[in-house]
């Protein structure tokens, strides 16, 4: 690259709990103005799945629309896709999300009760527009249902041995005995391919599975975390003995209570790491080579980021590209020798910057003025080595 830089691409993710993707994107910005007022700055906020999925759709030509469904605890809520020719982008927060809970927050009672329901609504009303590719971001989830709520609004029947239906929510599915797919939309299964976006790796059940690893975000007491993964084992025999085989194991199957399971399983969805399906979707290789620099970002950058999640992505990404990248971060628990081999070329964080209170309080001052004053003379330093 030059010195000073002649385009930067500006592609952070949020800073969990103190700014969002465009706050972040708009500091760096600033920061990148006061420093090279010369560049040209291209700005491209990223998600990777989770809350932010639908408004980077939005950012690169996709139209939202929105419909009613059912929220996590089965009440009416609003919810927006994004549709772009043939392909609709779904977030699973807008209609099963934790943020949906109120202002009484997860308990045991919701991670019990709480279903995927309105997501099956979503990808329903997705496929009334006639779409072939649905791409399901699957973050910020309150349920533990393995999915079966979607499958359920999509028209299948979990029964009991009686022949009753089920209770939605994780905890009914102690009771399942009978999965019934004779009422199950065909449109599901052969009109549209669906491509689970995710950054886990967990499968269904057992120590790193949805129940054991994520339901205590969602509320779950120890008592209620053995309580989901009984009811989650059942469910993958259930399954098993409709489908005649068995993806309880699969990696990524445990994404976001299971949600992966139900829909790989029934309805053939694809799992597939959430960022690389967002910056093909976003366009992001052809943006990247008109620049000569990518800023990317989060909140904290660890061992989690170095799975693939965003900012790791992008800086892969650029990386092959043959374009230098620089991660602006709330914090770096990682060494210099992992940013490296995971594609950064260095990395700057506020906690080396101002205290803990400033960085969380001031977020966007702080980002902008530590861009401002410390990206030049570290690129100085990577474009023309002391010897």
């Known amino acids: 690259m030059t010195f000073p830089p002649r385009a930067i691409l500006i592609a952070p993710d949020k800073f969990k709990g103190s700014l969002s993707a465009d706050g972040v994107t708009s500091a760096m910005s600033k ?23 639908v408004e980077m759709a939005l950012r690169h030509g996709f139209r939202p629309v929105t419909v009613d469904v059912h929220g996590p605890l089965s009440e009416q809520v609003t919810a927006t896709f994004a549709v772009f020719d043939d392909t609709a982008v779904i977030e699973m927060a807008s209609a099963a999300g934790l943020a949906l809970l109120g202002s009484a927050g997860p308990s045991p009672v919701t991670a019990t009760r709480a279903t995927t329901y309105g997501v099956g609504q979503l990808i329903s009303a997705a496929l009334d527009l006639g779409v072939s590719r649905i791409v399901v971001g699957v ?36 009771a399942a005995r009978h999965l019934d797919l004779s009422g199950l939309d065909p449109r599901a299964r052969h009109q549209a391919e669906i491509l689970i976006a995710c950054d886990v790796e967990s499968p269904l059940t057992g120590p790193q599975g949805a129940a054991t690893m994520f339901s205590p975000q969602k509320g779950a007491d120890p008592a209620t975390v053995v309580e989901l993964e009984d009811a989650l084992t059942n469910w993958a025999r259930c399954v098993r003995s409709e489908i005649g085989v068995d993806l309880s194991r699969r990696p990524g199957s445990g994404a976001a209570g299971g949600i992966a399971f139900g829909l790989a399983a029934v309805l053939g969805a694809q799992i597939a790491a959430g960022i690389d399906l967002l910056l093909d979707i976003s366009r992001f290789d052809q943006a990247v080579t008109e620049c000569d ?4 970002g989060e909140g904290s950058l660890d061992a989690q980021s170095l799975m693939g999640k965003g900012p790791i992505g992008v800086a892969r990404r650029a990386s092959d590209l043959g374009v230098p990248s620089i991660a602006v971060v709330g914090r770096s628990l990682i060494t210099p020798d992992e940013a490296r081999l995971a594609g950064l070329d260095a990395v700057l964080s506020l906690s080396d910057f101002v205290d ?14 530590l861009v401002a004053e410390r990206i030049p003379a570290l690129l100085d330093g990577l474009v023309r080595p002391q010897i």
């Not at 010369?38 to 932010?52: F, M, N, S």
């Not at 620099?293 to 990317?296: E, S």
């Open 293 to 296: 620099l990518v800023i990317v």
């Open 356 to 369: 803990s209170k400033q960085s969380m309080t001031r977020t966007a001052d702080v980002i902008e003025r």
């Open 139 to 174: 973050g910020g989830s309150a349920s533990t249902d393995g999915g079966s709520g979607a499958l359920v609004a999509l028209g299948a029947t979990i029964r009991d041995r009686l022949g009753a239906e089920v209770p939605q929510g994780g905890a009914g599915l102690a």
């Open 31 to 53: 920061g990148l103005q006061r420093a090279f007022p010369d560049a040209r700055l291209y700005e491209h906020p990223i998600a990777d799945g989770g809350e932010g999925t």
